[in-house]
């Protein structure tokens, strides 16, 4: 039987539960298609930074790198570790060590759930650049703790970075509407926001079955609140695509709804697959995370791995899940109970 390993890390918070959920309705997928999934736990967290001084052992990255694919609950317990610790110890350097360039993230309101937006029929899928922009962490600070201090965090955005996640974006276009919005900021930003405008003009030449529209990311938030069903693929950079996910997040009824795949598009190393939301230290323990974003995440993963046909099931019973009411409205049902809703839509 096909068998894909896949390298479990919950992390923190409530990432135990909701990878826990995931994985037994990705467990209950494969049986009925008959692939099978074995899975390696790695307990690499805030806690296990607290025993050992690191979020993942010196050869973390070399131990995954054997994996087929990596679902990871949420990472961040910030009043013990700080944020800035945590995630540069784990899941911003697996993204970057592993080339997951491309952050694929869908916003659609899943049948039942009442978004906070009039109208529900938009359907988006951000593509974030993911290893490097904003995030290139290539910065640093001199005169620290004096009045003269300064703190220079530089943005990298590099021709093969741009341009790879650009094709991405236009790839994915192809297959769905034929749309695409590039998000930058050129009109503030000369060098390096003019030079993503310039790319995205130089492909378009080569994709003139697309139709490309720019947008400055102010413009965009509006756009995405105002308009969202004009849009479709949208490809932003590092940062700019991270906040724009969360205002997808935030229209498609909460950040218990979005999912997302880190995506090594070369498949030169293991892909990632995580919901959009964090460790959420608020509702930890009270075992009522909604699922659906790591579940939703784990489809991704399915259909990363060559298993489109599970993860259209494990989908649509999400979806019958979510018409009947269930884990649509915040906290009122249960982690396991959306779970084993889910579980027996299955069948
Ligand atoms: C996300 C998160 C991370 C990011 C944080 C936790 C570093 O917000 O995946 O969107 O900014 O990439
Ligand atoms: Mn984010």
Redesign the pocket.
């Known amino acids: 039987m096909k068998t894909y390993s896949v390298a479990l890390i919950p992390g923190d918070g409530i990432g135990r539960d909701v990878t826990l959920a995931a994985w037994a309705v990705l467990e209950a997928a494969a049986k009925n298609y008959g692939f099978a999934l074995r899975a390696t736990e790695f307990p690499w967290s805030c806690a296990y930074y607290k025993e050992t001084g690191a979020m993942m052992p010196v050869d973390g990255i070399e131990t995954l790198r054997g994996y087929d694919a990596i679902l990871l609950g949420a990472v961040?317990w910030p009043v013990e570790v700080p944020d800035a610790v945590s995630?540069h110890g784990l899941?911003?350097p697996i993204r970057k060590a592993f080339v997951q360039y491309a952050n694929v993230r869908p916003h659609r309101l899943l049948p039942g759930v009442q978004g906070p937006l009039k109208f529900g029929n938009f359907d988006i899928l951000c593509i974030r650049e993911n290893t490097e922009g904003e995030y290139s962490g290539a910065g640093g600070r001199v005169h620290q703790g004096t009045s003269d201090e300064v703190a220079v965090e530089t943005s990298i955005f590099t021709r093969r970075g741009v341009e790879r996640i650009l094709r991405f974006g236009f790839d994915q276009a192809r297959q769905r509407s034929g749309k695409l919005a590039s998000v930058t900021k050129s009109n503030a930003q000369k060098y390096s926001m003019v030079f993503w405008d310039q790319i995205t003009n130089m492909l378009a030449l080569e994709y003139p079955d697309v139709e490309v529209s720019s947008y400055h990311i102010d413009a965009m938030a509006a756009r995405m609140v105002m308009a969202p069903e004009s849009l479709d693929v949208v490809v932003a950079s590092n940062l700019f695509g991270?906040i724009l996910?969360d205002l997808g997040a935030a229209i498609q009824g909460g950040l218990g709804f979005a999912a997302s795949a880190n995506i090594n598009p070369g498949r030169t190393a293991p892909s990632m697959f995580e919901p959009?939301h964090?460790s959420a230290p608020d509702i930890a323990h009270l075992g009522i995370a909604n699922p659906i974003a790591a579940i939703w995440s784990g489809a991704m993963m399915l259909e990363h791995l060559g298993e489109p046909d599970a993860a259209r099931r494990v989908m649509t019973a999400v979806e019958m899940v979510t018409s009947d009411g269930i884990g649509t409205v915040p906290g009122e049902h249960k982690t396991d109970a959306i779970t084993v809703a889910v579980l027996s839509r299955l069948g």
């Open positions: 961040g995630l899941l911003l991270d996910t959009v964090g």
